[in-house]
Every structure is written in C-alpha cells, then in structure tokens.
C-alpha cells in the first residue's frame, strides 16, 4: 500500500457521487464537478458541480485564484475523423498564489486521485487564461 492511500481517503458517497457524474456523460454536453482535499482531514470531497456548460473557459471563472482543486470534466469534442466523442478528464487546478503546505497536500494527492477517479488524461492548470478550448482540445488530440 502507498503512503498516499493512508494519507487520503475518499468516501464512499463521493464515489458514487464520482461514479453518478461518469455514468451520465452525453455526447453533446460539457459537465464539471469540482473535488477539494479538506486540509484537516486530507479527505478528498465535492467542491461543485457545473452542469451544461457552454465553454470550457466557465469552468475557469468558478476557480479561486488561491485554492487548488481537482476537477473532472466530460468535454464533447470531434475526433479527427469527425466523430462525437466526450473524454472524461481531470484539471489539476493549482494556481501559483497557492500556499506551499496546501501546494503540498495536493501534489501528494494528485496520482492516488487520478488512480482512485480512474482518470487517464490530466490537465495541469496555474491561471485561469491556462484553461481555454484551445488549450484543451490540443491537449486531448
């Protein structure tokens, strides 16, 4: 067993909550739902969701500009031989005005996150003009 899966722990109802947001992709509509660690606890739990965005760039404006977060995202997007596909992938959101215990704590749950979420793809994000539907869409091509 690794160090980080005794220092996070994950409930099961956010699970379910996690395994609820997988389930109802749709091709045509972008979701985000937002996961903190609580620092005290280092238990990872729901921060937000944002339902039917219209761009990527919404997301972004929801995020502090001091706080890191995870967030997983279903992006629809067109493959190159034009196909309708939505990846499931996770924003490591960790702003550069992060203090460095909370920089820490979040870089120490990033992988057992991703592992336990069974996210494949990471985006890593410092401001928020990182996050944008070019940036994306050349990250997941």
Known sequence: MSSEARMF???DTTMKE???FRLRLKKS???A?????DKATKEIVPDGEIMDLQSIEEVADE????NPRFILVSYPTKTTDGRLSTPLFMIYWRP???PNDLSMIY????V???DVSQVHKVFEARDSEDITSEAVDEFLH
């Open 9 to 11: 722990t994950i409930s």
């Open 18 to 20: 996690i395994d609820r």
């Open 29 to 31: 509509v972008m979701y």
């Open 33 to 37: 739902f937002i996961l903190k660690v």
């Open 63 to 66: 995020l502090s500009e001091t």
């Open 96 to 98: 550069s005005a992060t």
């Open 107 to 110: 870089a120490s749950a990033k």
């Open 112 to 114: 057992w996150f991703q």
